[in-house]
Each structure stands twice: as C-alpha cells, then as structure tokens.
C-alpha cells in the first residue's frame, strides 16, 4: 500500500503563503489553482510578475520568498528564463489566480540542485504562485 500524497496552501490571493504537506512528494509535475483570475490570459512569451514563496518538500522554511522582500519579480515566461516547472505551469493562467505547484528535480535545478539555498539534488520544490500581471 502506498501512501497518498496530500499538498494543502491557504487560497487568498496576495495572502501571505501557508503550506502543509502529507506523504510523499508527488511524482511528476503537479498543478493546483486555487484561485482563478479574472485578468488577462499569460501566454509563453509574456513578461509576467508575480510574488512567489518557494519551499522543498517538507520544509517549513522558505528558499525563497518575493512575499517575504515585499517585492514581486518579473520574467520572461516559456523561453528559459525560469525553472521548466514554471515554464510549463504558468501560461494558460489568468492575472489575479493563485496556483499550487509541486515540481520535481527534473523541472526544477536538477540533480545538482542549490546547496547554497539548501535544495538537493532529489528535492521536489513547492511554490505558491500569484500572478499579478503579464504583458
């Protein structure tokens, strides 16, 4: 018997990020939106900003967070600028949702991982994701 993977956030758009995890990580790509848009469609492409706050697997502490500088980051979406996790998960959404993403190694820094932001090299990253514009 395998035990189910289970990834809950709190559903707020612009709230501040908090996430609670059962089981195992999820294999493959997996993405939840818990919040739908009403804005404009991000398109591979689109120059995107968003505030994010990134964890592995696990953790309750942050690798990263745009909510925890105040300051939102803005990417090119689709063309490689990003993780592929994010690449692959972002177009197709509206401005104003709030998406769930667990992303595997394969779709994230691979298997070298980020020592230095303590992520290793079989770590599943997890992020909640606002999307606050796109052009």
Partial sequence: M??????????AFGAY???EFQGPAFRG???EELVEGDGPLVRKGDTVTVN????VWGSDKPFDSSFDRHQPASFAIGVGQVIQGWDRSLPGH???SRLLLSIPPEYGYGSRG???AGIGGDDTLVFVVDIVSTR
């Fill in 2 to 11: 395998t035990q189910e993977s289970a990834l809950k956030a709190n559903a």
């Fill in 17 to 19: 990020p908090t996430l």
């Fill in 29 to 31: 790509l997996h993405v």
């Fill in 52 to 55: 994010y706050h990134g964890l």
């Fill in 94 to 96: 509206n401005v104003g």
């Fill in 114 to 116: 980020v020592p230095q």
